[in-house]
């Protein structure tokens, strides 16, 4: 059977489920669930690849579930994903009252077009024309957030990698995938679909001043004022910025999460966080330094002690042009020449670009969503452009890939030279978890 037959079986079946899809889709919607806490998401999804009979592990990095269908014959393996998480925005009129959880950066959309592709193959017999598997993947907390929850995970011994797919990565999820692709759904207000450009990678800081508590009206010169530290430390890093170089895109955007708690006495426990984010690992870490001596110089100041903790983030995410050519073709296929835009750089972090360090990837993008990413405005507006088309974009990629002995995959992965093995990634995540507590002679044991 040809490729267009197979390409339309998909379609049609996609298009059969259309009330299924968008009832998963607004079901996962209107229960955002935060990053490893995604566990009734991760059910439906379960819940799905049972239906039709897809094998699947679950409890994968906690909530995580990969299910593997097979072609006609062995081949290679690639990896449709979705992610399964929200982001807090508490005033989002569908945020969970309790988290302030709020699917605000359309994962939502994600977990319906996995489960509206695992249709498609399972249901229209295609299949059996298609050489290889296909790894159907829910992955966990892209979302960088809740950082102190997921560090007391890790002190459990429950994760080792705040992002989701680094922790799978690291247990093995991708060991057997050879390619990776998703869809991330934006709001826009020309063009339709795209594939992602480069991003920034980032790594994760969190900044504990540690002062001297005194009455302060009575006795201000008794104690070491924590949040004034904090704040030279923070002038600092905006003192550094135009050192930062331009093509780098050095982003550095902290916030203070406990800043005292009477007014009547000097603050002695203030507490930071921030995001180091930057387009190449050479200058995320060139930018982490300076912004650990512009803490430390806080710490200097006001005689102060400062513990920073500086965590893996993600990877900037590179595109494999390649594999993102055989994408564009089916997209334009849906939505025309004039619905396609392509995409420049992203300032933004995902964990993706940790997966495209390690296999050919890409980040799928379709409108669909109106509002601000990440704002309590935004809303599917076109939910046959957020949670069916990009669903048979990705059906009709896995085809092509596939099929005729799925010579176009092993065309690109026998092309393919990793920027890091996994080995390597895991070795320079780990290289990157540092704790330094920093304090003058005048700090003492405060």
Not at 270 to 280: C, F, I, K, N
Not at 282 to 289: D, G, K, L, T
Not at 348 to 374: L, R
Not at 376 to 383: G, L, S
Request: charged share 25%; net charge negative.
């Amino acid at each position: 059977m040809d490729r267009v037959r197979l390409k339309s079986r998909v379609c049609d079946v996609i298009d059969a489920r259309w009330d299924e899809i968008l009832a998963l889709a607004e079901d996962i919607r209107v229960h955002p669930e935060l990053g490893y806490k995604e566990h009734r998401t991760a059910d439906l999804v379960s819940q799905h690849l049972s239906r039709l009979g897809i094998e699947h592990e679950t409890g994968l990095a906690i909530t995580g579930v990969k299910g593997m269908v097979w072609g006609g014959a062995p081949g290679p393996t690639v990896a449709y994903m979705g992610e399964l998480d929200s982001v807090l925005v508490r005033d989002h009129p569908d945020a969970d009252p309790e988290t302030g959880a709020a699917h605000a950066c359309g994962h939502n959309a994600q977990i319906a077009n996995l489960i509206a592709v695992a249709y498609g193959l399972a249901e229209s017999g295609v299949l059996p024309h298609l050489t290889g598997r296909v790894a159907l993947m829910a992955v966990p907390s892209e979302e960088y957030v809740e950082v102190a929850y997921r560090l007391g995970l890790k002190e459990q011994g429950k994760i080792e990698f705040l992002g989701g797919k680094p922790e799978m990565v690291r247990l093995g999820a991708f060991d057997d995938v050879d390619m990776a692709f998703m869809t991330h759904q934006t709001s826009r207000e020309t063009g339709r679909m795209s594939v992602a450009g480069p991003s920034n990678g980032c790594v994760v800081k969190m900044i504990a001043y540690q002062g001297r508590a005194a009455h302060a009206g009575g006795s201000p010169h008794r104690g070491i004022n924590a949040l004034k530290a904090a704040n030279v430390g923070l002038h600092a890093i905006d003192a550094i910025r135009e050192t930062f170089q331009d093509d780098d895109h050095i982003r550095v955007h902290p916030i203070i999460t406990q800043g005292g708690e009477l007014v009547n006495v000097i603050p002695a426990n203030v507490r930071l966080e921030t995001y180091v984010r930057g387009a190449s690992v050479e200058a995320i870490i060139a930018a982490s330094e300076k912004v650990d001596r512009c803490l430390r110089a806080g710490a200097m100041a006001l005689g102060a002690q400062v513990r920073i903790r500086t965590l893996p983030g993600y990877l900037p995410r590179l595109v494999w042009s390649e594999l993102g050519a055989v994408y564009r073709q089916n997209a334009v296929e849906l939505v025309g020449e004039d619905g396609w835009w392509d995409s420049t750089f992203m300032a933004g972090s995902t964990d993706m670009g940790d997966i495209s360090h390690i296999m050919p990837a890409i980040e799928a993008q379709a409108a669909g969503f109106c509002g601000t990413g990440h704002g309590a405005d935004y809303m599917p507006c076109d939910p046959e452009l957020a949670y069916i088309t990009p669903a048979k974009a990705a059906a009709m990629t896995l085809i092509d890939l596939m099929a005729d002995d799925a010579q176009q995959a092993r065309a690109i992965i026998d092309g393919h030279i990793p920027a890091m093995t996994k080995d390597e990634y895991l070795a320079f995540m780990r290289q990157i978890d540092r704790d330094e507590l920093w304090k003058t002679p005048e700090a003492g044991d405060v």
